[in-house]
Nanobody, 126 residues
Framework: VQLQASGGGLVQAGGSLRLSCAAS?????????MGWLRQAPGKERENVAA???????YYADSVKGRFTISRDNAKNTVYLQMNSLKPEDTAVYYC????????????????????WGQGTQVTVSS
């Protein structure tokens, strides 16, 4: 499995970024939950958002109302639209997959993911 994340960068507080993740190497991701983890220096890895095959979603309380996760099942791609960014959103963001979670279940725990790709840095300046 390969998860190729892109879209990170430097943005001022209040700005927006859109992360993308292209998944490959598996015949179907239809029973998998896809999501985004993030890890800031000195902090534990956090499950930011997740989405099931049929587009049920989960969000961490810290990003509710600001971030939106979506997926294009035909392209095996998952997105994270991040609005109203804050300096505390600064972290390395990782695309992740929870194999066989079922088509209706978004992943809620960071430790439940089976695989994650190389991260993309998001830096929000104040």
């Amino acid at each position: 499995v390969q998860l190729q994340a892109s879209g990170g960068g430097l943005v001022q507080a209040g700005g927006s970024l859109r992360l993308s993740c292209a998944a490959s190497g598996r015949s179907s991701f239809s029973r998998d939950s896809m999501g985004w983890l993030r890890q800031a220096p000195g902090k534990e890895r956090e499950n930011v958002a997740a989405i099931s095959w049929n587009e049920n979603t989960y969000y961490a309380d810290s990003v509710k109302g600001r971030f939106t996760i979506s997926r294009d099942n035909a392209k095996n791609t998952v997105y994270l639209q991040m609005n109203s960014l804050k300096p505390e959103d600064t972290a390395v963001y990782y695309c992740a997959v929870d194999f066989e979670a079922g088509p209706f279940v978004p992943t809620t725990r960071a430790t439940a993911y089976d695989y994650w790709g190389q991260g993309t840095q998001v830096t929000v300046s104040s």
